[in-house]
């Protein structure tokens, strides 16, 4: 089948959303949120993420630990663990939505008219997951900031850096919002009454023969142009 634009557009968003919550379901579960160096030891690096601490050792070994309680973690990480799941949820629901309003998805039941609501809906959700991802990465990027500057914490005290998973998490971000954008888009081209090309068939109108001897049933036939009455 041949892709017209609005279903290139489609296929181009469908790709950044699936791509993006790809990347926010990694960075949701990655540990390296905050990367911590001691100078006393240079043989160990402390990662810190949503769900546990690690140790990584130069031998290769990491050691693991599950954060016991929600409630002792700091303020930033308890929000962007509550907002990270939700992205995952807006992102999934906005990309079933934008696939079943899609050109690909053929079903004869379903008007182009549906189809467009579903795909500008399922690209507003994406967006949505995009506010969702960027805003806990970036609160935990400014609190690390914040920490990293703070006067009143004497210098010889370590301090934590950016981790490899906020970097991928703006990426995820991005995506989702091209994406979603790209949905958007794709939704406001075209007219609501256009026919949608796997309705053809069921709008096409049937071809008709004249009846060359009767049978003793009706027969509707056209009405001839020049008829005065």
Do not use: Y
Not at 85 to 95: E, N
Not at 98 to 104: K, M, N, Q, T
């Amino acid at each position: 089948m041949a892709w017209s634009f609005h279903g290139k557009v489609q296929l181009g968003g469908l790709l950044l959303c699936l791509l993006g919550w790809v990347c926010s379901c990694i960075t949701t579960v990655l540990p390296q949120w905050k990367t911590l160096n001691l100078e006393l030891n240079e043989m160990e690096t402390w990662m810190m993420g949503l769900w546990e601490v690690c140790v990584n050792q130069e031998e290769g070994a990491t050691v693991c630990k599950v954060f016991e309680s929600f409630l002792s973690l700091p303020q930033e990480l308890q929000v962007s663990r509550t907002l990270m799941l939700a992205s995952q949820g807006l992102g999934l629901g906005g990309l079933l939505l934008s696939a079943f309003g899609s050109e690909c998805f053929q079903f004869h039941r379903i008007r182009w008219v549906f189809k467009r609501r579903f795909c500008l809906l399922g690209g507003t959700l994406e967006a949505s997951a995009s506010a969702t991802t960027l805003f806990p990465i970036s609160w935990v990027a400014h609190a690390t900031v914040q920490d990293f500057w703070d006067d009143s914490i004497p210098e010889i005290i370590p301090r934590w850096e950016f981790g490899d998973a906020l970097f991928l998490g703006w990426a995820a971000g991005i995506f989702l919002a091209l994406g979603g954008l790209l949905l958007i888009f794709s939704a406001c081209l075209g007219k609501e009454d256009a026919p949608s090309p796997w309705r053809a068939d069921l709008i096409a109108p049937p071809s008709c023969a004249p009846v060359e001897e009767s049978d003793g049933s009706f027969h509707l036939v056209s009405r001839p142009s020049n008829l005065v009455v």
